[in-house]
Nanobody, 124 residues
Framework: QVQLVESGGGLVQAGGSLRLACAAS????????MGWFRQAPGKEREFVAA????????YYADSVKGRFTISGDNVKNTVYLQMNSLKPEDTAVYYC?????????????????WGQGTQVTVSS
């Protein structure tokens, strides 16, 4: 059974930073792609960033490029999302997800495993 557990969400003022973590267990993720998605109230789930497990490839949504950084720690089986220069429009529940390949990394329907989500709220 694969488990993904997110942490690090919270309330922050605009311009501030947060770091989300996603701890993975139950499988060796050496060939997996890990992604971050978010969903704001009344909106569809949208892609944020993805990383191949070895870290050789990363992919970002245009809306977060230059502000967010995705990284991974293979020893801890944990993926991070460093979020800087946060904006009120970044407010959402952030989800971690995993899949066994990097193709279509921005499409949430291609991911097999999901975490429970962590709330990020950015105040203006």
């Amino acid at each position: 059974q694969v488990q993904l557990v997110e942490s690090g969400g919270g309330l922050v003022q605009a311009g501030g930073s947060l770091r989300l973590a996603c701890a993975a267990s139950g499988r060796t993720f050496t060939r997996y792609t890990m992604g971050w998605f978010r969903q704001a109230p009344g909106k569809e789930r949208e892609f944020v960033a993805a990383i191949s497990w070895r870290g050789s490839s990363t992919y970002y949504a245009d809306s977060v490029k230059g502000r967010f950084t995705i990284s991974g720690d293979n020893v801890k089986n944990t993926v991070y999302l460093q979020m800087n220069s946060l904006k009120p429009e970044d407010t959402a529940v952030y989800y971690c997800a995993a899949k066994p390949n990097f193709g279509d990394a921005n499409l949430y329907a291609t991911y097999d495993y999901w975490g429970q989500g962590t709330q990020v709220t950015v105040s203006s």
